[in-house]
């Protein structure tokens, strides 16, 4: 008898401890509307409130009325740690959103779909952005990552086409597969020095991209890395890289220049398929050189190769301009990027060249002669002509400050002059032949 009701006993305390185990996990609502919240007093997570999205076909929703909503660190005594799984997907509502400083982890796919979404701003004691955490996102246009953040995981930011820009911190060790694929806007993605990884197709398809330094940890590049980036100029890649893979750089139409170090040993023959502008810079007897002449690339033996990229944050704002080592001085205007172009002012940089130059103010257009070669311009068009053969321009002439910008590389190889361009450095080297 006394073992029975002993029996009894520890199951009716088994089934009271289920019980409890159920009602701590018990989600209840923080707040009223459209801008509440359910969470969980067990596992410190958020969800969105229950119910369908306004736009269930998931189109882009322009006539949803948006709302804000601030997560506090604590609810009744529950401190917020975590965005559960799926949490605010396909939620249109969404308009803003703050995370609580407390936040440690976000579920895979806890935006995804929120096409309303402009901007997110990532706690620092968060280790990783999730697995498609923010996958088609559509107006998401601003991220700002934290401290902690050491990985961007597969398809974090995939298609989220209105993203302009990416500053990962120094902290950040690996970015995934397709993180950032289909970003079509993104113009400038900043890698850490810190970097170790990049998951093939991570910058795929973003088509805006105009150029990108791979740091020298990052030992390989893998297949469709940076395919189909249409504006991509200018590939820096420091010291480590080993090996570049299928398609990694394919249909990068505009790609001019990439930089390869002695230590990669083994590039896919279609890495490149349809970048006809493509000129590789590597060191003499290398792998990329013995690929550049097997494929025919143009190629230049540039000793400046190994150089390492320098963390984003140390990175000067100036852009510097040498000829045959001598740093030119612009008087006024500095040199600057527009549209992927680095444009000087036209006086400087004809007289340096050794031009006879000729100026129209009427039409704003200007003549260079140096020997057999004479160049036209005029400012605000994208023709130009090189001894009355017709060129376009990715950037035309402008007028800035009262001084006018002409593209540097265009002028110069005009004339000869053999253009090299330093990422890491924001330095063009001309070298006269």
């Known amino acids: 008898m006394k073992r029975m009701i002993a029996g009894l006993l520890t199951g009716i305390m088994a089934v009271s401890a289920m019980q409890s185990a159920f009602a701590a996990e018990e989600w209840l609502t923080y707040g009223d509307g459209n801008t509440s919240i359910r969470y969980s007093t067990y596992t410190g997570s958020v969800k969105r409130p229950n119910g369908p999205s306004s736009t269930e076909d998931h189109a882009s929703p322009v006539n949803v009325k948006t709302v804000s909503i601030s997560i506090p660190t604590k609810i009744n005594g529950t401190e917020i740690v975590a965005v559960e799984k799926a949490g605010f997907v396909d939620f249109d509502e969404l308009g803003a959103i703050e995370l609580p400083a407390t936040l440690t982890t976000l579920g895979e796919q806890a935006f995804a779909g929120a096409d309303n979404l402009t901007k997110i701003e990532l706690p620092d004691k968060l280790t990783a952005v999730s697995k498609s955490c923010f996958k088609s996102c559509d107006s998401l246009s601003s991220v700002k990552f934290g401290k902690a953040v050491a990985?961007?995981?597969?398809?974090?930011?995939?298609?989220?086409?209105?993203?302009?820009?990416v500053a990962l911190n120094s902290a950040c060790k690996s970015i995934g597969v397709s993180a950032f694929e289909l970003c079509s806007s993104l113009a400038t993605a900043a890698l850490p020095n810190s970097l170790e990884s990049l998951g093939g197709s991570a910058f795929k398809d973003c088509s805006a991209l105009t150029g990108i330094n791979i740091p020298a940890k990052v030992t390989k590049i893998e297949a469709n890395t940076f395919s189909g980036c249409r504006s991509l100029k200018t590939v820096n890649i420091a010291g480590n890289i080993t090996s570049i893979g299928k398609n990694a750089f394919k249909d990068c139409g505009e790609l001019a220049d990439i930089y390869i170090p002695a230590s990669c040993k083994k590039i896919e023959e279609n890495a490149f398929d349809g970048c006809k502008k493509l000129?590789?810079?590597?060191?003499?007897?290398?792998?990329?050189?013995?690929?550049?002449?097997?494929?025919?690339?143009?190629?230049?033996n540039d000793r400046n190769v190994n150089s390492a990229i320098a963390d984003p944050a140390s990175v000067p704002d100036k852009i510097t301009v040498t000829l045959d080592g001598r740093e030119l001085n612009f008087n006024g205007v500095e040199p600057q990027i527009i549209k992927g172009s680095t444009m000087v002012p036209m006086r400087t940089i004809f007289e340096e060249l050794g031009c006879i130059m000729n100026w129209d103010a009427n039409t704003k257009t200007v003549t260079a002669s140096r020997n057999v070669t004479t160049i036209k311009l005029t400012v605000n068009m994208n023709r130009a002509y090189i001894n009355n053969k017709e060129y376009m321009l990715d950037s035309p002439p402008c007028i800035v400050n009262g001084s006018t910008l002409v593209p540097v590389r265009f002028v110069s190889e005009a004339l000869g002059v053999e253009v090299r361009w330093d990422a890491a450095n924001r330095t063009v080297s001309l070298v006269s032949k």
Not at 151 to 165: H, N, P, R
Not at 283 to 292: H, N, R, T, V
């Open 151 to 165: 990985s961007v995981e597969d398809q974090a930011f995939y298609s989220c086409k209105s993203l302009k820009s």
């Open 279 to 300: 000129r590789i810079h590597c060191d003499k007897g290398s792998a990329a050189e013995s690929f550049a002449v097997a494929n025919k690339y143009t190629y230049v």
